[in-house]
């Protein structure tokens, strides 16, 4: 496993790691252009602030993500083959959080807005996407 472009990555045995992992980072030359381009797409589209509370105690982190309330999720392949839902999703490189989406189940702040993740498809290299659900 790689650190991210900033040296965060740590093992997850750092500052606020809680024991978790680290999410993976591909470590090879094309994975790292990647992670750039998506770390220039972020400021060029007007990243917003999203507070990302881990489910271990201590672990509140400020992000920057994209946001989409409107996000359209396909189904392909399984039994809702060609169902599509809409709602809040956000995108999120992998080396800005300090532990692994997938073994976690945080809450995240956006816009003064508390959600709760309900999906992580496949996002691509060195990121995830979050699909969200508004807590009530």
Known sequence: MASGLDGGLDGGGGAG?????SPPIPDSPFAAHVARLDRLTLAYLGS?????????PGGTFPVAGIFDDNYVLSSTGDSLAGVETVGPAVFILLADLPI???????TLTIRGVTYRVTARPPAGMGSVLLILRKVT
């Open 17 to 21: 790691g809680g024991g978790l992992p």
């Open 48 to 56: 917003v602030e999203v507070t990302y509370v881990s489910s271990t």
């Open 100 to 106: 692994d989406p997938e073994l976690d189940d945080p």
